[in-house]
């Protein structure tokens, strides 16, 4: 079957988005528009680590849906407790008593944590955090690492168009893992540092991803502790894929402020800030709020999913998932004798390949694995999640095998 047959819907469904969604149907980095052709844009369903798209073609999934999908789509248990959450009430005059037992559980969970404060997205989530920060310091100037992503608002989204630079006027970078550069970024905005905002390890899309330098986790947190500035950990990524607590709890390195979203509701929309007691009363003090922040539904998910995340020990399995797939992909790259980069940590792969510096060549491959039913994705960190197993694993690298064998024939 033809490219323009497999994919008939999703085409026509594209073409009628065109004239009534600005930019051709789909915006942000969840468009295909930089995927090599045959990545379908738009899914009708989706089970376990499956998604199927407009046409009926079914995928093993290593998206995740970008993040949200924790436990495997439709996991029962948080099915159940949003289900049940929703018969007696979703978005009412005010929150339900599920919010009060859903900070109680997220303060247990996160060692840093004396409270929690909800809202919808990851970049609500930053954005609160940056505020809070401000707000407590009085001071105005950011830092980040150069090419990380914290959201999609004027003071930190990647593009340009329509930001004015002042919205920007006191955000500066530092290169992650780089002490040095840290240490002169900070020197050079001390009189007025806000925060030291970061993300637990290096996941910019089209780079290699790079764990976090134990030294220079401690550095950020000795940095702020000696300018007073906040330590925010941007864990709206990685949060509940690396452990049951912050990501940078196994480091010993604890922030002051961490941001959430994406898996700690399995796919339902909300976003967390957790703090310490010091930022407590700037907390209080901000505005923030949102007409759907309080959906009761969200966050009886959330309470689902946090606990059946530790019952199904969903970090150790991915991460052994991971591994398989990973072993799988380096022998048979070596027999095809192509240079493969898999970094990051193994349930949060990113795969690259050598002397590809314009992806033609990890294009190729992932076409031809998403053409067998393997969504495997070119220059974004893929997620494994509770759905996947060894069966799947295995099927997908009998697909990974016939993509190499068709990428070098179609070189
Ligand atoms: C590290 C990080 N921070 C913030 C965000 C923004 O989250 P959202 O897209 O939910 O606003 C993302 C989204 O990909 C992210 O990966």
């Known amino acids: 079957m033809g490219e323009q047959e497999r994919l008939a819907k ?5 073409a009628r988005a065109a004239r009534v969604i600005p930019g051709g149907g789909m915006y942000g980095h969840q468009s295909v528009a930089s995927l090599p052709a045959g990545f379908p844009q738009y899914f009708e369903r989706a089970d376990g680590c499956r998604i199927w798209d407009a046409d009926g073609n079914e995928y093993i999934d290593y998206m995740s849906a970008y993040g949200p999908n924790l436990l495997g789509y439709g996991n029962a248990a948080v099915e159940q407790a949003a289900a049940a959450q929703r018969a007696r009430g979703d978005c009412m005059t005010g929150p339900g008593p599920v919010m009060v037992e859903l900070a109680e559980t997220f303060v247990e969970l996160v060692d840093h944590a004396d409270w929690m404060l909800l809202a919808k997205n990851g970049t609500d989530a930053t954005t609160i955090c940056v ?16 090419g990380a992503y914290h959201g999609a608002a004027p003071w930190c989204t990647p593009a340009r168009e329509g930001v004015l630079s002042e919205d920007r006027a006191h955000l500066h970078s530092f290169h992650y893992n780089d002490v040095e550069s840290l240490e002169q970024t900070v020197d050079a905005h001390a009189d007025d ?3 030291i905002l970061v993300t637990p390890f290096k996941h910019d899309v089209f780079r290699d991803q790079e764990l976090v330098d134990p030294a220079f986790a401690r550095r950020v947190r000795e940095l702020c502790d000696r300018t007073g500035a906040a330590l925010i950990l941007d864990d ?7 452990a049951y607590g912050c990501s940078w709890e196994p480091l010993g390195v604890r922030p ?3 941001a959430w979203s994406k898996a700690i509701a399995n796919g339902y929309a909300l976003s967390a800030v957790a703090g310490g007691e010091a930022l407590r009363e700037a907390g209080a003090r901000i505005f923030t709020t949102g007409s759907f922040w309080f959906s009761a539904v969200a966050m009886a998910a959330a309470v689902a999913c946090i606990g059946e995340a530790r019952r199904s020990h969903v970090v150790e399995r991915t991460q052994a998932l991971g591994e ?7 022998s048979q790259a070596s027999a095809h004798g192509v240079g493969l980069r898999q970094t990051g940590p193994a349930q949060m792969p990113m795969i690259l390949f050598d002397d590809d510096p314009d992806q033609s060549r990890v294009n190729r491959w992932t076409a031809e694995t998403v053409r067998r039913g393997a969504y495997l994705h070119p220059y974004h960190n893929m997620f494994i999640n509770g759905g996947h197993t060894e069966a799947d694993i295995d099927r997908t690298l009998q697909i990974t095998e016939e993509a190499f064998a068709a990428a070098a024939a179609r070189r």
């Open 131 to 146: 505020t809070i920060a401000r707000a407590a310091t009085g001071k105005r100037t950011v830092l980040k690492a150069r």
């Open 193 to 195: 540092l806000a925060a």
């Open 324 to 330: 398989r797939l990973r072993a799988g992909l380096r």
């Open 256 to 258: 002051d402020l961490s």
């Open 10 to 14: 999703d085409h026509a469904l594209r």
């Open 236 to 242: 709206v990524r990685a949060g509940l894929r690396m």
